[in-house]
């Protein structure tokens, strides 16, 4: 069985593009989550989406990021315009079950995106 | 407010020695779950262990056990017989109640030869 991939593993654009990371998360999951790491700091829950809705977006830092998940299987995560302060590794994840304590969600490699 | 503390940002130990990660956590749920996450240089996340708050037992997984008290809300992580390939990032998590998962700033093991 595949596990949770994304895609770029790495990203290094300057500050204004656009940048557009995907994951696939793991046949049959319908929990689908976005954290990032940011150099130093803990890892920080961005969006949680359940099947193709947006369960919790709490995390979002502004309104330069964009999630989707189109059809409830892939997701992407878009940053426009990108900031310096963006960079760090971004990490998706899915899970199986629906709301739980018990339930271990599968994270993929990351990207490591650079802001220049 | 729910937090993950992991005071020590760099460990070393020597190859197949025992070693102790700390993780304390903060809660007010009384049904929660607390993993460790092993992230090596190549940047996965991988999955070590899980321990629930109503679990009796301390969890174990291979090498890999979880010293849980409750009381003192304290998850560590023990590794038994350090080997190289155990160098890393770990990091401990907490999820309750709701979907997502809260992680501590992490620690990095240096296995030593």
């Known amino acids: 069985e595949a596990g949770v991939t994304q895609f770029p593993s790495h990203s290094v654009i300057e500050k204004g593009q656009t940048v557009t990371l995907r994951c696939d998360p793991i046949?049959?999951?319908?929990?689908l989550y976005w954290y990032r790491r940011v150099m130093g700091k803990e890892i920080k829950f961005l969006l949680h989406?359940?099947?193709?809705?947006?369960?919790?977006e709490s995390g979002m830092p502004n309104n330069r990021f964009l999630a989707e998940r189109t059809g409830g299987t892939y997701s992407t995560l878009k940053v426009q315009p990108a900031e310096l302060e963006d960079s760090g590794v971004y990490f998706c994840a899915s899970s199986l079950s629906a709301r739980g304590p018990n339930t271990e969600a599968f994270f993929g490699q990351g990207t490591r995106l650079t802001v220049v | 407010a729910q937090k993950i503390t992991q005071t020590q940002p760099g460990m070393f130990v020597q190859e197949k020695e025992a070693v102790t990660l700390d993780c304390t956590y903060d809660?007010?749920?009384?049904?929660?779950?607390l993993f460790w996450y092993k992230q090596p240089s190549s940047g996965e996340m991988i999955f070590l262990i899980y321990?629930?708050?109503?679990?009796?037992q301390n969890a174990t997984e291979g090498r890999y056990s979880l010293n849980f008290q409750k009381a003192r809300k304290s998850a560590n992580l023990v590794i038994s017989a350090s080997q190289l390939g155990d160098s890393a990032m770990y990091f401990c998590?907490?999820?309750?109640?709701?979907?997502?998962?809260?992680f501590g700033a992490g620690t990095r093991l240096f296995v030593k030869a």
């Open positions: 809660t007010s749920d009384q049904s929660y779950g």
């Open positions: 998590a907490m999820k309750s109640g709701g979907f997502k998962t809260i």
């Open positions: 321990q629930g708050s109503y679990d009796e």
């Open positions: 989406f359940v099947k193709e809705s947006k369960q919790d």
């Open positions: 046949s049959g999951h319908d929990n």
